[in-house]
């Protein structure tokens, strides 16, 4: 059985996103519940709709699962020959999922919309890096446009650093590559934090365009709602519960605020002991192995295990990970995922780095070590790009020839091609766009990001060692854009969409990249600088030590010099504020007048002392 919702007049969404409490901005910037009735006071979209897609997705959802059951008794319903009982203040469609009558509900691929974005984006390969953002909002929601216009900024502003490495490949620079290296090592590092720091101000600006939640201040600590605000919220009943006793109310909520951090900081000393006790001496022992071997076709052999060993392990790290993360006080799912991204992504640091890590560190072998990094970066990535994008096509050619083949079987005796009767049908049978850990906390970003983080990791760390490496991570982005556009719009079903106004806790694991690329390509320098390993406190060697810390100065200071804002939002988030506070002055000084009047009139004074006249 198929469920499809085609479109819903704008006056039953809003009827619905009403009853939902809704919030939505309003042209002073403050987000208040949605109201039908002053429907004119609610900002637009870009594309002129009242609702994003996300929005009318939720109303959709509400809709079709609002069908209850009012009666005070169980209906008994039938369906092909079974009796369903239908209990009293249940949801229809919930019994029909749970009787296997209705199998899934999900979102379906605009036709008219898809293929216009097809022949914009997806196929449009002769723009290289630009992309229709506004049209993927809109189409996809807040959190995949945001995933793209990152990979977007982050690809163009990857053409300088490939140019410069370019240049250091081709070059032979003979003695003066300890002048050139360190420059090249300066360069990337500030081209990384300005990155960054514009990066911020590119969100801060798609944000305001397509007026994502905001928390109105006039304060300059101004931040996104849903990211910057304290995971540790109480729960509701805590707050149901409160002002009865002012002490006992302040000892639960205190209670519970520690019990929560010391919840998460159990969860993260677990998974660091995991990886130090289980992954690293594996790690290890396979980047020993690889080092001593001299036959490639054993070391290719020990690879393929290994890379099935590792895949093994990371599985279950995701698992125990999603456990903990069930244990801890997240205020809801977007921290939740925050929480598991961190997690995850240490067991994906070990495994992608700490064998680059033993051949730079302790081997000291540059050669080696450029040909691991051109392994993990060149093969890796050509590799990823191929499963990534196969495995779907190959997945929905496995399930049509199933379905194909038990409709067969039902309808005997049927004679030629066999067509589906609907295009729900088909996009039933197309793969969902979900995480490789856990879909019901990620979505199918995670590896996406995952894959942008590796790869930034390993351009940025070593970068003195394989200047080349961001020639080819550039190509690859560029092909990355338009292979994961295709994929989203062509071999997998709509994503069902996720609001999110950055791209979360990614962002500080870049930072963090930054700050580790800081740390070795410094080291890097030094065995460069001292091969004969005398590590003799001279000239050349102290300036690197010193260029490292003032790396480091740079890093947290740049913050200060490029604003997180543009100046336009800036401004208008001050207007709205304003307007804001005025209004709800004026209002707060109507009421409080209005209530002295309607008092006057009906309390008297008391009589002084003496007098019989009533005042």
Same mark, same amino acid.
């Given at each position: 059985m198929t469920i499809k919702i085609l479109a819903a007049p704008l006056e039953t969404l809003g009827r619905i996103a009403a009853k939902m409490q809704m919030k939505k901005t309003t042209h002073i910037g403050i987000d208040l519940q949605f109201e039908w009735e002053d429907i004119k006071a609610f900002v637009r979209q870009p594309d002129g709709s009242l609702f994003s897609w996300c929005e009318r997705f939720q109303c959709y959802r509400h809709l079709i699962y609002e069908i209850v059951n009012k009666k005070n008794s169980v209906v008994t319903l039938k369906f092909d020959g079974k009796e369903i009982q239908w209990e009293a203040g249940e949801s229809l469609l919930q019994r029909l999922e749970l009787e296997g009558i209705v199998?899934? *509900?999900? &979102?379906?691929? #605009?036709?008219?919309? !898809?293929?216009?974005?097809? !022949?914009?984006?997806?196929?449009?390969?002769? #723009?290289?890096?630009?992309? &229709?953002? #506004?049209?993927? +909002?809109? +189409?996809?929601?807040?959190?995949?446009? *945001? +995933?793209?216009?990152?990979?977007?900024? +982050?690809? !163009?502003?990857?053409?300088? &650093?490939?140019t410069f490495g370019l240049i250091l490949q081709l070059i032979d620079f003979g003695s003066l590559k300890l002048l050139v290296f360190p420059a090249f090592f300066i360069s990337i590092v500030l081209w990384a934090v300005l990155f960054f720091q514009f990066w911020k101000r590119k969100n801060s600006a798609l944000s305001a365009r397509w007026h994502l939640n905001f928390s109105v201040s006039t304060s300059e600590g101004y931040k996104l709602s849903g990211r910057e605000w304290n995971s540790l919220q109480p729960p509701l009943e805590l707050v149901k519960n409160s002002g009865i006793d002012k002490t006992k109310e302040k000892e639960a909520l205190q209670r519970y605020e520690w019990f929560g951090y010391l919840k998460r900081f159990r969860n993260d000393v677990i998974i660091i002991l995991s990886i130090i006790c289980l992954q690293l001496p594996f790690e290890l022992a396979y980047a020993h192995l690889y080092e001593v071997l001299k036959s490639d076709m054993v070391k290719f052999g020990l690879t393929v295990v290994y890379l099935l060993v590792i895949q093994y392990f990371t599985k279950i790290g995701g698992k125990i990970s999603i456990r903990l993360i069930k244990h801890e006080n997240n205020e809801n799912t977007e921290y939740q995922a925050d929480s598991l991204v961190y997690k995850v992504f240490g067991l994906y640091f070990m495994q992608s780095y700490i064998g680059v890590f033993y051949h730079a560190l302790l081997h000291r072998n540059f050669m080696t070590l450029r040909q691991v990094l051109i392994q993990r970066l060149i093969l890796y990535e050509v590799l990823e790009n191929l499963v990534e994008n196969s495995l779907p096509y190959l997945k929905y050619s496995y399930k049509k020839y199933r379905a194909v083949r038990n409709k067969k079987k039902r309808e005997k005796g049927l004679i030629g091609k066999i067509q589906f009767a609907t295009r729900v049908e088909k996009e039933y049978l197309k793969p969902t766009y979900s995480a490789s850990i856990s879909e019901e906390l990620e979505d199918g970003l995670f590896d996406d990001f995952l894959e942008l983080a590796l790869q930034f990791g390993m351009i940025m760390m070593f970068a003195c060692a394989f200047p080349l490496a961001f020639a080819f991570s550039a190509l690859n982005n560029i092909a990355e854009m338009r292979t994961d556009a295709l994929k989203l719009l062509a071999m997998l079903r709509r994503p069902v969409p996720r609001a999110a106004a950055t791209i979360g806790a990614w962002l500080n694991i870049f930072q963090f990249l930054i700050l580790m690329s800081i740390c070795t390509n410094s080291a890097l320098l030094v065995w460069l600088y001292d091969q004969e390993g005398k590590w003799k406190l001279e000239p050349g060697l102290a300036a690197i030590l010193v260029m490292e810390h003032v790396l480091l100065l740079i890093k947290f200071g740049f913050s200060r010099f490029v604003p997180e804002e543009p100046a336009w939002v800036r401004a208008k988030r001050m207007k709205n504020a304003t307007q804001a506070q005025d209004m709800c002055s004026k209002q707060l000084l109507r009421t409080i007048s209005g209530r002295e009047k309607a008092f006057g009139g009906y309390i008297r004074r008391k009589k002084p002392v003496g007098t019989n006249k009533t005042q």
């Open positions: 199998k899934q *509900v999900f &979102p379906l691929h #605009d036709e008219i919309k !898809r293929k216009k974005l097809l !022949r914009s984006w997806a196929l449009n390969w002769w #723009d290289f890096t630009a992309q &229709p953002i #506004d049209e993927i +909002y809109a +189409y996809f929601g807040s959190k995949i446009a *945001v +995933y793209f216009a990152f990979l977007g900024m +982050y690809t !163009r502003w990857m053409i300088f &650093p490939a």
